[in-house]
């Protein structure tokens, strides 16, 4: 029967046209679209890869930021209480020094005042001597101009000598 | 209530149809007495076989239909080349016409001097089925091209395509992944070009087998010319590059001495088989399709045949046909899918019987 049997023509333009399909696509078609799926899928996998290793990354990063942050949180808290011993010393020091500055300083006025009064009693002391002195010295004067008087005050000098 | 409203109005609109029908009928009646016996087979094997131009439609007694070239080599008069318009309704040109009846039927035949009426030497006609094979290829090669320029300006890190594109490039690894590297298995590359061309080569094919008019309508893997062609194909992709594992297995088989030593039995049995696999996927592919094409087309007389057995049955058979048809071409979709899937499988899966390595027992 005619349907079975392959007409010549037929397969001559058969062969020349899936020949030239195939080797066009052979050359420009297929390849290119299945390279670039391959690649996409090659791509696609190792991106994935990366991923995961990036959130394992992640991952020991947090835990050493948080680390890091609890070791911070320690030192912060020394350096405070470091600074607040230091505070305290340093006030507690500058009382003491103002303290001793103090009693040092009361004690060099109390020194000069006590000086001070020593010379003004001595003062006093003299110029009493003095004005003694010489009230004595005019009482003497005016008083012992006779004999007489010379002698009354004698006498009295030495009554009183001998009562004492 | 609505569901009853929609299927009232449904069947009004068929009935209207059948009845606005009715009349037309009965005045064609009288003609259709004279010539009412159609002949199914004729009208069914000029559908599917081949024909020296395209036929496109018949309007009224005007037959439309696109002249195509005739490339005739006789012993005789030497090469000739003309539209087949000029050969039309048994016309004679140069001593060419196309032969009613005979061996030859239907086919370009040349009258010799001697007055012998025989096929010229070579005839490499652009028939219909050629050039549907020449519209798909082209059709094929944009597509793929198409395609694949897309990839040209892309990246790796681009993203995947969308649309049509993204389409062919599912089908493609469709292919790629489910059938060429688990059934070919190693140096699968290779052979990748070949089995993905061949696969949408018959899947277009049948594709544009299924739609009616010009530029689809042939019934191009229906035919086995074509389907041989690929076949051979897929021998030459089998036993060109089988290793030398495959060929001792087919001259040297692991069976009994008796069975190969004084007879050549096995030996005989497996290169009768190299050649019976490449025919049974010739016969299968061209089968199925020519199968599928008469099918509808018996459906569609349906229509022809019932006509002249009253207006009634003609009507309802109609309906009958019409619903019938669309399922077939439903059917149909899907064999064009299948039988190219299974082409592509079963030459894999052959050419990857054909890279057997030596394995220890």
């Known amino acids: ?164 | 209530m609505n569901n009853h409203t929609i299927r009232t109005y449904l069947l009004t609109v068929l009935l209207c149809l059948i009845g606005a029908w009715l009349p037309l009928h009965a005045s064609s009646h009288a003609e259709e007495e004279e010539n009412a016996s159609i002949d199914i087979k004729e009208i069914i094997f000029d559908h599917i076989g081949d024909a020296y131009e395209w036929h496109v439609a018949t309007i009224g007694d005007k037959h439309v239909s696109i002249p195509l070239p005739v490339i005739v080599f006789s012993k005789e008069k030497g090469f000739h080349a003309f539209l087949s318009h000029k050969l039309h309704h048994g016309e004679i040109y140069n001593g060419f016409h196309i032969a009613t009846n005979g061996d030859h039927k239907g086919k370009v035949v040349e009258s010799l001097s001697t007055g012998e009426v025989v096929r010229p030497l070579i005839d490499l006609s652009l028939t219909k089925i050629a050039t549907g094979i020449l519209i798909n290829s082209l059709l094929l090669v944009s597509i793929i091209l198409f395609v694949s320029r897309w990839y040209k300006h892309k990246e790796v890190y681009d993203n995947a395509p969308r649309g049509f594109i993204g389409v062919m490039e599912m089908l493609i690894m469709m292919v790629y992944d489910g059938i060429i590297k688990p059934s070919v298995g190693k140096d699968y590359e290779r052979y990748t070009p070949y089995l993905l061309t061949a696969f949408f080569f018959i899947f277009l094919s049948n594709l544009m087998g299924l739609i009616p008019i010009f530029p689809g309508g042939a019934n191009v893997t229906g035919n086995i010319a074509i389907t041989l062609v690929l076949a051979i194909c897929t021998f030459i992709a089998v036993n060109v590059f089988g290793t030398r594992e495959y060929w001792r297995e087919v001259l040297w088989p692991d069976v009994p001495m008796w069975m190969k030593c004084p007879i050549p039995l096995m030996p005989v049995i497996e290169i009768f088989g190299l050649f019976t696999k490449p025919f049974a996927l010739t016969v299968r592919l061209f089968a199925n399709i020519m199968a599928g094409h008469s099918v509808i087309l018996a459906l569609v007389c349906i229509i022809f045949v019932t006509q002249s057995m009253g207006p009634l049955l003609g009507g309802s058979m109609t309906v009958v046909s019409v619903l019938f048809t669309i399922f077939m071409n439903c059917l149909e979709l899907l064999v064009a899918f299948i039988q190219a899937y299974v082409f592509t499988m079963l030459s894999a899966v052959f050419i990857g019987m054909s890279r057997v390595e030596h394995h220890e027992k």
Do not use: C, Y
Not at chain 1, 11 to 37: C, E, N
Not at chain 1, 44 to 64: C, F, P, T, V, Y
Not at chain 1, 83 to 105: F, P, Q, S, V
């Open chain 1, 1 to 164: 029967m005619d349907l079975f049997t392959p007409d010549v023509g037929l397969l001559f333009w058969m062969l020349l046209s899936f020949g030239v399909v195939f080797f066009v696509l052979a050359k420009w078609g297929f390849p290119v679209i299945t390279r670039m799926v391959d690649d996409r899928k090659r791509f696609i996998d190792q991106s994935l890869e990366a991923a995961r290793k990036a959130n394992a990354k992640l991952e020991g990063i947090k835990a050493e930021s948080e680390a890091l942050l609890a070791q911070a949180r320690e030192e912060q808290r020394l350096i405070l209480k470091d600074a607040a011993n230091t505070r305290d010393r340093i006030i507690e020091e500058a009382r003491e020094k103002a303290r001793t500055e103090g009693a040092l300083m009361l004690e060099e006025a109390r020194q000069q005042i006590q000086h001070e009064k020593e010379n003004a009693i001595r003062d006093i002391h003299r110029q009493t001597a003095e004005m003694a002195v010489e009230v004595a010295e005019k009482i003497i004067r005016t008083n012992l101009t006779t004999v007489r008087q010379q002698m009354d005050l004698v006498e009295r000098l030495l009554d009183e000598v001998e009562k004492n």
